[in-house]
């Protein structure tokens, strides 16, 4: 069993940074898949960025999203980061840690967090003037 917990989120400017923690706690190995998800108010979740079984780093929609948003991973921690630079109103949304201990791939089933069964209760984001 894996639990985990966001931290971090906020009422932000546009234009300006918020660096979200996830805290991974029980049964939890970096060989698990583990990523970032968000989700806006009468939009469907999305994958922002994630690590693989191997270590290696994907970010949603297509790449673009590595232009603005950095990923990271303190394995004795157990914590994942996602610093979020240069924010925009359309970030705005409810951020979410998951976890899937059984797949290689982190971005799945179109990078929309299907494969994933262990969530956190999310931070929300909140981009405005």
């Known amino acids: 069993q894996v639990q985990l917990v966001e931290s971090g989120g906020g009422l932000v400017q546009p234009g300006g940074s918020l660096r979200l923690s996830c805290a991974a706690s029980g049964s939890i190995v970096d060989s698990y898949v583990i990523g970032w998800f968000r989700q806006a108010p009468g939009k469907e979740r999305e994958g922002v960025a994630c690590?693989?079984?191997?270590?290696?780093?994907?970010?949603g929609n297509f790449g673009s999203m590595e232009d603005r948003f950095t990923i990271s991973r303190n394995s004795a921690k157990k914590t994942v980061d996602l610093q979020m630079n240069n924010l925009k109103p359309e970030d705005t949304g409810l951020y979410y840690c998951?976890?899937?201990?059984?797949?290689?791939?982190?971005?799945?089933?179109?990078?929309?967090?299907?494969?994933?069964?262990?969530w956190g209760r999310g931070t929300q984001v909140t981009v405005s003037s």
């Open positions: 998951a976890a899937d201990p059984h797949s290689y791939s982190c971005s799945g089933s179109g990078f929309a967090g299907f494969q994933y069964d262990n």
């Open positions: 690590f693989n079984s191997d270590g290696r780093i994907y970010y």
